[in-house]
């Protein structure tokens, strides 16, 4: 009796182990050959016992970015409501702020200081509140379900999810991790210090701009990563932080760089680069959807690229 009570424990447990073993889910709006990739690479990380990391990009990665990118949005938004038509020394020097981001260069350490600049002052309850309510506002269908799924699929196989974005730490982390379910403590922006509950212009060493997410990783994350998505040419030190695959999303293939530009592309597009360094290469649709008015837009900001899904 003894013994079959033992046999019959070891079979539940074979059987219940079974039903919960790990298996990958295919991504529909992927074609065969991104899925197989996939699949293999995660069937071969089955036998790893470290930390398995996988690295995502925000904007245009996991989140569309079309028309406008959402923490130009809401800064801009919150800067017309709180403001634009006040005259005291706190809204003139915000507004110079906002002035300042309209007419610099939107992609270099300077811009992301400047974002923080003009948050600073306020509390992080309020940052992220500004953060929830414009994703709730113009953004709640912008996360890519692909990109979801691929998450999902990623934690079945015991992989950490990590985001290291250019964006302000704190203006993203809560919706984010609201939608997403990574937890806030892995969803690194640009950061800044803290003092008595309120964001300060400090920023905080490495900022994840270009080659600084690549030191964030090194930083904050202490790991290589397994896997690394991203979808610009600020994503490209990062990725090559992957000891395994890499994965970019919407890469543009239209401006070619000349190597006094840029000369980790050697004059190819982005597209070419990870064609040349064996990338999953995807796409994911992301285009203007929904009656939305746009600050953005009012203020002649440029619009990015739309993406069409590719059937």
């Given at each position: 009796?003894?013994?079959r009570?033992?046999?019959?424990?070891?079979?539940?447990?074979?059987?219940?182990?079974?039903l919960?073993?790990?298996?990958?889910?295919?991504?529909?709006?992927?074609?065969?050959?991104?899925?197989?990739?996939?699949?293999?690479f995660?069937?071969?990380?089955?036998?790893?016992?470290?930390?398995?990391?996988a690295?995502?990009?925000?904007?245009?990665?996991?989140?569309?970015?079309?028309?406008?990118?959402?923490?130009?949005?809401?800064?801009?938004?919150?800067?017309k409501?709180?403001?634009?038509?006040?005259?005291?020394s706190?809204?003139?020097?915000?507004?110079?702020v906002?002035?300042s981001?309209?007419?610099?260069?939107?992609?270099?350490?300077?811009?992301?200081?400047r974002?923080?600049?003009?948050?600073?002052?306020?509390?992080?309850?309020?940052?992220?509140?500004?953060?929830?309510?414009?994703?709730?506002?113009?953004?709640?269908?912008?996360?890519?379900?692909?990109?979801?799924?691929?998450?999902?699929?990623?934690?079945?196989?015991?992989?950490?999810?990590?985001?290291?974005?250019?964006?302000?730490?704190?203006?993203?982390?809560?919706?984010?991790?609201?939608n997403?379910?990574?937890?806030?403590n892995?969803?690194?922006?640009?950061k800044?210090?803290?003092?008595?509950?309120?964001?300060?212009g400090?920023?905080?060493?490495?900022?994840?701009?270009?080659?600084?997410?690549a030191?964030?990783?090194?930083?904050?994350?202490?790991?290589?990563?397994?896997?690394?998505?991203?979808?610009?040419?600020?994503?490209?030190?990062?990725?090559?932080?992957?000891?395994?695959?890499?994965?970019?999303?919407?890469?543009?293939?239209?401006n070619?760089?000349?190597?006094?530009?840029?000369?980790?592309?050697?004059?190819?597009t982005?597209?070419?680069?990870?064609?040349?360094?064996?990338?999953?290469?995807?796409?994911?649709?992301?285009?203007?959807?929904?009656?939305?008015?746009?600050?953005?837009e009012?203020?002649?900001?440029?619009?990015?690229?739309?993406?069409?899904?590719?059937?």
């Amino acid at each position: 009796m003894k013994n079959r009570f033992f046999f019959f424990s070891f079979l539940i447990i074979t059987l219940t182990g079974s039903l919960t073993a790990q298996e990958f889910n295919q991504i529909s709006a992927w074609d065969e050959s991104v899925n197989n990739r996939l699949e293999s690479f995660l069937e071969g990380t089955r036998i790893i016992k470290e930390r398995k990391v996988a690295v995502f990009d925000c904007d245009g990665t996991l989140l569309g970015q079309s028309p406008y990118y959402l923490a130009d949005e809401a800064l801009y938004n919150y800067a017309k409501e709180e403001f634009s038509e006040k005259k005291d020394s706190i809204s003139l020097a915000k507004m110079a702020v906002i002035d300042s981001l309209l007419h610099g260069n939107n992609v270099g350490m300077d811009y992301v200081q400047r974002r923080i600049s003009f948050l600073s002052g306020l509390s992080t309850t309020a940052v992220e509140n500004i953060g929830e309510e414009m994703f709730h506002e113009k953004y709640e269908k912008k996360f890519y379900p692909e990109m979801k799924q691929l998450l999902a699929n990623l934690e079945d196989y015991g992989f950490e999810i990590w985001v290291v974005t250019a964006s302000p730490e704190i203006l993203y982390q809560q919706f984010v991790s609201n939608n997403m379910g990574i937890p806030m403590n892995r969803i690194i922006g640009v950061k800044s210090v803290i003092h008595e509950g309120k964001i300060t212009g400090m920023l905080v060493q490495p900022v994840p701009q270009d080659e600084g997410k690549a030191n964030a990783i090194q930083t904050f994350i202490k790991a290589k990563p397994l896997f690394v998505a991203g979808n610009s040419r600020g994503d490209l030190e990062m990725m090559n932080e992957s000891v395994g695959l890499k994965m970019i999303v919407n890469p543009d293939d239209s401006n070619k760089m000349n190597s006094e530009k840029d000369e980790s592309l050697n004059g190819h597009t982005l597209k070419q680069y990870w064609q040349d360094h064996e990338a999953i290469i995807v796409t994911c649709k992301d285009i203007s959807e929904g009656d939305y008015e746009y600050v953005s837009e009012e203020l002649e900001i440029k619009r990015n690229t739309e993406h069409q899904k590719v059937e």
